[in-house]
Structure formats: C-alpha cells, structure tokens
C-alpha cells in the first residue's frame, strides 16, 4: 500500500449501472421473484408442519431447504432492490462484512444438507427396511446441525480472515453483492496466499458433499436398475428425482463460480452466474419440489379443500 491510499471504510457497487434504462424494469422483475421465492417456500414449510403424513426424514430436510433458500436469497435481493432505485449504491465495511458471513454460511449448509439428503434417500431405497432405524428423528436432527455447525465455522474462519485484509483504492465493487472474489480484489496487499487457501476451502468443503451425494447416487441407481419391475423402478425414482434436479441446479453453478481460475473471472460472467444461484435457484426450488412430488400435490390440495368447505359453512 502507497502512502497517499487510504483504507476503504465504505463499497459501492457497480451492479447492474451499464443498464440503466432498464433499473425499473429489473426491480420489477427482480421483486416479483424473490416475493415468489419467499412465499412458495412459506407455503412448503407450513403445508410440511401441518401435515401428519409429511412428517417424515424426507420432509424434515426439505423444511431445513425452504428455511435456507428463505435466508439465503434475503440476504442478497432486498439490498439489489434499493439499489436498483437510488444512484448511491454504498456498504459499509461491517454490512458489507456481514452479508457476505450470512451469505457465505448458507451456502456452504446448503452443500452438506443436500448431501444429508441424498444419504436419506440412499438409505429409504437401499436399505428399506432399516430406513426407520437408521433414519430416526436422533439422526436426522444431528444431520441437519452438522450441516449447520459446519457452514458457521468453516465460514466465519473464512470470512474474518478475510475482512483482516486492508481495503483501499476506489472501494467500487464489480457485483451486485458483497461476494468473496470481488470484495478480496479490492485488498491493498498481495493476496495470492489467501485465494490459495480460498481455492482449497472449496475444493474440500464443495466437493466433499458433492463427492457423498455422488457416491449415495451411485448405489441409488444400481439399487433402482436391480427392481424387477418397471412401476417399481419409476417409483423408486421418482422419490430422487426432485432432490437431483435441485443438486444440479446449485452445484452447477457453485462449481462453475468457485471452482474456475482467477483468470476465467470477468464481472459479467460473475454478475450473471450470480444471478443464478442466488435468485434464480431458490426460486426453482418451490416449483420443482410442488409440481414433482406428488405428496406434497396431494397434501396441498387437501389443505386447500379443507379451507374451501369451511369458507362455505
């Protein structure tokens, strides 16, 4: 650092300002989507907690999702709006700081909860008739906060480690968020050893659930291909498929974000991948475990006849 720089104590975003005649049109679009997101995981969480037959491992995980997805497009639509309508696009270095804590965690819980999923359905379609054993509330609950526990401390070490990085020059941001790459850009000092580190980190805690949800779908479909019968395989399959497209949605994504060279980094590949895993693929999430899963169908139409008869008494 020269000596006429000075520490940044404040960002600003470069967002989306090379279209600006088109801000009103994508805080439209953009609000009707996360309005979307929150409301269809709302109704999935609430739909699951009133309903007996949904009480179940499955259901408990997908509860743990919707709560996630929740939180995890919070964290970054609602200041994107503001954004979109006022010229000033600043944070401060603590909210700057702590969006990218919140944001950080949940995406890293996401990863080892979806591979707590995929070790739930390895075990219903693998081993049925241990499923209740082995699958008890205990079990489930400790999974869900591993997931948990692991997505706050590995990235509050990540995080704080990062935000000891002096910050100087212009403080603009190339994104719409507080993400880890465009914020550690901005530091003053050689930071080769940190996005070494950063790279390992998600090396190992990306792919380690990726490399789990790999193997337990492995055993799932030679499991699947050994069923005699061609109802009892579509069956069986159909129990995974909601949870596979979700897995490829977010892990496309992730790996093509963090898992690329420094080099293949442009603002606008990051600002339209972003895009995707952080509002596009929360709002997917609703659709695709309503529109798939016929349980979920069936008890969201019994709610809704229930609410129907008791309008009409």
């Not at 990235?155 to 100087?168: D, K, N, R």
Request: aromatic letters at 12%.
């Amino acid at each position: 650092m020269s000596g006429n720089e000075s520490f940044c104590t404040r960002f600003t975003f470069v967002a989306f300002s090379s279209l600006a005649e088109l801000q009103s049109v994508l805080f439209l679009v953009f609000l009707i989507i996360y309005l979307f997101t929150v409301g269809g995981n709302l109704i999935i969480i609430c739909l699951i907690c009133v309903t007996p037959s949904l009480h179940t491992p499955m259901y408990f995980f997908l509860v743990n999702l919707s709560f996630l997805e929740m939180c995890y497009i919070t964290s970054v639509v609602p200041q994107m709006l503001v954004h979109l309508l006022v010229d000033t696009k600043t944070i401060t270095l603590g909210g700057c700081a702590a969006q990218m804590y919140i944001f950080a965690i949940l995406g890293l819980t996401e990863c080892c909860l979806l591979a707590a999923m995929a070790y739930d359905r390895f075990v219903a379609i693998c081993y049925p008739l241990h499923y209740t054993l082995l699958m008890g509330p205990q079990m489930c609950l400790k999974l869900a906060a591993a997931s948990w526990t692991t997505g706050v401390v590995v990235e509050s070490v990540q995080i704080t480690w990062i935000f000891t990085l002096p910050f100087c020059g212009t403080g603009k941001i190339q994104h719409f968020f507080c993400d880890i790459m465009p914020v550690v850009k901005l530091a003053c000092v050689d930071t080769s050893h940190n996005e070494i580190v950063m790279f390992a980190v998600s090396v190992i805690f990306i792919m380690s659930p990726c490399f789990l949800i790999l193997c337990s779908y492995g055993r799932i479909f030679v499991t699947i291909l050994r069923i005699p019968s061609a109802a009892g395989r579509r069956k069986a399959f159909s129990t995974c498929s909601s949870h596979i497209l979700v897995v490829s949605l977010f892990y496309g994504t992730a790996l093509f974000t963090y898992l690329q060279p420094k080099t293949a980094h442009t603002p606008e590949t990051d600002k339209a991948t972003a895009l995707m895993y952080t509002v596009v693929t929360p709002a997917l999430n609703p659709l695709i475990y309503t529109l798939r899963n016929k349980e979920v169908k069936e008890a969201f139409q019994r709610l809704t006849q229930r609410n129907a008869l008791r309008q009409m008494a």
